[in-house]
């Protein structure tokens, strides 16, 4: 039985419908990233679960137990703000101890709990500290420990990972990770942040304008996006729009503007259909020689930047379509140079084929 399950839920704000007819079922001990930009629905979803917004429609359970009408701090549940909320009048010890002092836990039973998680987190030696004279890192720190001390099953967390620096952030992916499992806790993540969810999450939602596009493995998310969206959202895929033109047991054959041709490996659509074709930057092969093959432009670097140990391209092909690929440095034996002319290729297998979108391209990437 799933620790958490939400059937249908609708929550509108006026003519806005943040939240429509959600499901979504969390395993105990599950930690869920639910990953969308601003305006997604997010935030909603997550004060939905916590019991501090009332949903215009569907049911919400927890444990097998209805607790649309259970108030807050029965649901078994902290929702861990973005900005952490700490008590700025009390130090990192009183913040820490607070819920389990709440509860009516007896004195030794506060004291053994706060000094574990405090120890957990490596914060034992500024339990003395108030929030004001603790780095960004801490303070969000100090809010987890607040948040596995209360004995809760279920962390909520809003952003946590939002207000800190790039560095601690990659940091705390894998400390907030390995303490969720550690203590064997459920988290439900909300983020705008890909790369956070992916390095982060059991499983990921793709949310947008409120509605559920994709739920699935890190990996099912990047590699085998379900939709337009979701490609362009997770991996900043390269879309090619064009017709079915050919189509056998191995794949179909897609035409493209400029007379160009694509194979890919699926066979899900008919001979004459409107299609887009999605590759990820990093399926995409630039080589500086030129050679011939399926799925190989000719073409010439408008632009190189280096990120880390991967480098970034940006390919002109024929009249103007543009080409986007990212490889390790290690992985390229000559680096290709702004106005040099270079092939790029990609694997057929590595090619996502969906319909075309009614509302044209550029309507269904967009987010809000």
């Known amino acids: 039985m799933p620790l958490v399950k939400l059937v249908n839920i609708t929550k509108k704000f006026g003519e806005i419908i943040a ?16 990953l969308g930009q601003t305006g997604a629905g997010k935030t909603t979803l997550l004060r939905t679960i916590a019991g501090l917004i009332r949903p215009d429609g569907g049911e919400i359970f927890i444990e097998g137990e209805l607790v649309n009408d259970v108030p807050p701090e029965e649901r078994d549940a902290v929702y861990m703000f973005q900005h952490f909320a700490l008590f700025p009048h009390m130090n990192v010890w009183d913040n820490v101890s607070f819920g389990p002092s709440i ?92 790369e956070e969810a992916l390095m982060t999450a059991d499983r990921i939602m793709v949310l947008r304008k409120g509605k559920v596009e994709q739920v699935g493995l890190p990996s099912e998310i990047y590699s085998s996006p379900k939709s337009i969206f979701v490609a362009s959202f997770v991996g900043n895929a390269n879309f090619f729009e064009g017709n079915v033109i050919e189509m056998d047991n191995s794949g179909s054959t897609i035409w493209i503007r400029g007379d160009y041709q694509i194979r890919v490996s699926q066979t899900d659509r008919k001979v004459g259909d409107k299609v887009v074709v999605a590759v990820k930057p990093t399926d995409v092969i630039i080589n500086p020689d030129s050679h011939k093959g399926k799925n190989v432009f000719s073409g010439m670097v408008d632009s190189s930047t280096f990120v880390g140990g991967s480098m970034k391209y940006k390919v ?9 690929s990212e490889a390790l440095v290690s992985n390229i034996q000559e680096l290709p140079r702004p106005g040099q002319e270079v092939t790029v290729s990609f694997h057929p297998a590595r090619c996502c084929l969906f319909e075309y979108p009614e509302a044209g391209l550029l309507k269904e990437i967009e987010a809000i």
């Open 103 to 194: 509860k009516n836990w007896d004195n030794e039973q506060v004291k053994t709990i706060s000094s574990e998680v405090l120890e957990m987190v490596r914060l034992s030696d500024r339990q003395d500290a108030f929030p004001s004279e603790l780095s960004g890192g801490m303070q969000q720190r100090v809010a987890l420990a607040r948040g596995i001390a209360s004995g809760a099953k279920i962390l909520l967390l809003d952003e946590p990972l939002g207000a800190l620096d790039a560095r601690l952030r990659v940091d705390l992916r894998r400390q907030l990770r390995r303490l969720v499992k550690d203590q064997k806790l459920t988290a439900v993540h909300v983020t705008h942040d890909q």
């Open 19 to 34: 939240l429509d007819n959600i499901e979504l079922s969390i395993e105990d001990g599950e930690y869920l990233c639910v």
């Open 316 to 324: 002109i092909v024929g009249d103007g379509m543009v080409i986007f």
